[in-house]
């Protein structure tokens, strides 16, 4: 799922975005991300969850934006600095993408066979918590994502 740097058949890196959020941090892998863009109000849906911010329009398609905080349960926040990141679906539903509100640039991060787990409660969308350099980091749970999304009746 992450890029990886190979030297003699063994794993030497990982290669990763770090993604900042109102209450945590995520890190994905590169090729989940299509693209990041500026904030946008997304369009309002009738009778949606909180934590679907709307409608937004990508490339000429409707993407479904999320708070991936208040889906897990915290309130929304929108910063000064706040952006989208626009997801690759991974296959798993109808949905080609769906768009997360993030609070700034992503950092690219270099993840090696040192990458150590640590041990605090997750939410509901997450998979695990990683210590990445002074941060931990949350590795989300997209196929959740992507159900959550469909039994919400959004796709």
Same mark, same amino acid.
């Given at each position: ?7 003699? $058949? ?5 290669? $990763? ?21 500026? /904030? ?10 909180p934590?679907?911010l $709307? ?19 915290a309130?929304?926040?929108? $910063? ?36 150590? /787990? ?38």
């Amino acid at each position: 799922m992450f890029e990886q740097s190979v030297r003699n $058949g063994r794993r030497t890196s990982l290669t $990763g975005l770090l993604l900042a959020l109102g209450d945590r941090c995520l890190v994905l892998p590169n090729v989940a991300v299509a693209e990041l863009i500026g /904030y946008q109000a997304g369009a309002p849906a009738e009778h949606s969850p909180p934590w679907l911010l $709307g409608w937004i329009d990508w490339r000429n398609q409707r993407v479904p934006l999320l708070s991936f905080e208040a889906a897990c349960g915290a309130p929304v926040k929108v $910063g000064e600095r706040a952006r989208i990141v626009v997801l690759n679906a991974l296959g798993g539903s109808r949905l080609r993408f769906v768009a997360i509100l993030v609070q700034g640039i992503p950092r690219s991060c270099k993840l090696d066979s040192q990458l150590n /787990y640590v041990d605090v409660p997750l939410a509901p969308l997450e998979l695990a918590a990683v210590q990445v350099g002074e941060q931990v980091a949350r590795v989300p749970d997209l196929p959740a994502l992507e159900r959550l999304l469909e039994d919400a009746g959004l796709v």
